[in-house]
């Protein structure tokens, strides 16, 4: 059939660049579709969740557009995190999220590790903006990722709301958000950890560069 969608995982067999292009234009319209599904939900809960589906269905499809346009084995991070948080900033209005990007322009990732580093963003992303402040105070967030000496990285997440509850493990499993947090976290091979900043919540993830999902070598 000519019209069927093709999906594929980066770095798994990596098809050729305009199958990438031809992926992330099913994957924009997938979202697309989502987002109008979310206009017509009852209920915000519903809504907000069909918004946040859209905006990481789109994450990936920027990740493939952007290995239609370059190097199949290095993903370019800084405009990789710039992407996904437009993406997921799709899913709030205007002026209830500030997100700022610090990044060094020459850092890379291969595929496979990009892709689990933005489904990482896309779900602490979606926690900060739904719990950081209960008021609906705009929520200010800082992001980046940093080479180390060893040649690994240390991914970190910021944003400035009221932080974990009192007696809350993170680690505990208690929670769906940080299951998944915890799950890509090991996809990537990361050593991570919260900390409670005061005024905000501080996430960090380290971890080795080349590797692939599920702790297979580069």
Same mark, same amino acid.
């Given at each position: ?5 093709? =999906? ?87 002026? /209830? ?19 689990? /580093? ?49 007696? =809350? ?14 799950? /890509? ?17 501080? =996430? ?15």
């Amino acid at each position: 059939m000519s019209n069927m969608i093709q =999906f594929a995982v980066p770095g798994k067999h990596p098809p050729d660049k305009e199958a990438d292009h031809r992926i992330a234009n099913s994957l924009s319209a997938i979202s697309g579709l989502v987002r109008m599904k979310a206009s017509h939900a009852n209920g915000e809960d519903i809504r907000q969740t069909l918004l946040d589906v859209a905006g990481r269905i789109e994450a990936v499809a920027r990740l493939h557009r952007m290995l239609a346009h370059a190097s199949r084995t290095a993903v370019p991070l800084r405009q990789f995190l710039r992407d996904v948080c437009a993406a997921m900033k799709t899913t709030v209005a205007d002026g /209830l999220v500030k997100i700022t990007v610090s990044c060094a322009d020459e850092l890379t990732l291969p595929p496979q590790q990009a892709l689990w /580093l933005g489904l990482l963003i896309a779900e602490l992303l979606s926690n900060s903006i739904k719990y950081a402040h209960p008021t609906g105070l705009p929520t200010i967030i800082t992001l980046g990722c940093d080479r180390e000496h060893d040649g690994s990285f240390t991914f970190w997440f910021e944003d400035d709301g009221i932080g974990l509850p009192e007696n =809350f493990d993170p680690t505990s499993g208690d929670s769906l958000g940080m299951k998944i947090v915890q799950s /890509l976290s090991q996809q990537l091979c990361g050593q991570f950890e919260w900390q409670d900043i005061g005024i905000g919540l501080r =996430f960090t993830c380290r971890f080795p560069a080349g590797m692939r999902a599920g702790g297979d070598g580069p």
